[in-house]
């Protein structure tokens, strides 16, 4: 079983950009798909962007189009969430995990402690 850490949320303007990070521990990352979801206050998480083991496809939701892009670098265990043209809509606390591409949810069991991203205004 691997264990994801992610990192680099902050506090940005609309219009800005950050780039998330999601670490893994364990050998066997490269054989998984991994995703980006997100929590905003009062709502339920949701699938952000997912992609897969090998880095060739990628899937986003229909909100981040064209302004997120997911990739990932199997020798750093590492996969990225590059956001642009941020919105204050886009304010949650963002979550990576091993996720399913046919049903775009997540598959593995725990959840981290993700990392806030606050877009003002």
């Known amino acids: 079983q691997i264990q994801l850490v992610e990192s680099g949320g902050g506090l940005v303007q609309a219009g800005g950009s950050l780039r998330l990070s999601c670490t893994a521990s364990?050998?066997?990352?490269?054989?998984?798909?991994v995703g980006w979801f997100r929590q905003a206050p009062g709502k339920e998480r949701e699938f952000v962007a997912g992609?897969?083991?090998?880095?060739?496809?990628?899937y986003y939701a229909d909100s981040v189009k064209g302004r997120f892009t997911i990739s990932r670098d199997n020798a750093k265990n590492t996969v990225y969430l590059q956001m642009s043209s941020l919105k204050p809509e886009d304010t949650a606390v963002y979550y990576c995990?091993?996720?399913?591409?046919?049903?775009?949810?997540?598959?593995?069991?725990?959840w981290g402690q993700g990392t806030q991203v606050t877009v003002s205004a």
């Open positions: 364990g050998r066997t990352f490269s054989s998984y798909a």
């Open positions: 995990n091993t996720v399913s591409l046919v049903t775009m949810t997540a598959v593995g069991r725990s």
């Open positions: 992609i897969n083991w090998g880095g060739g496809i990628t």
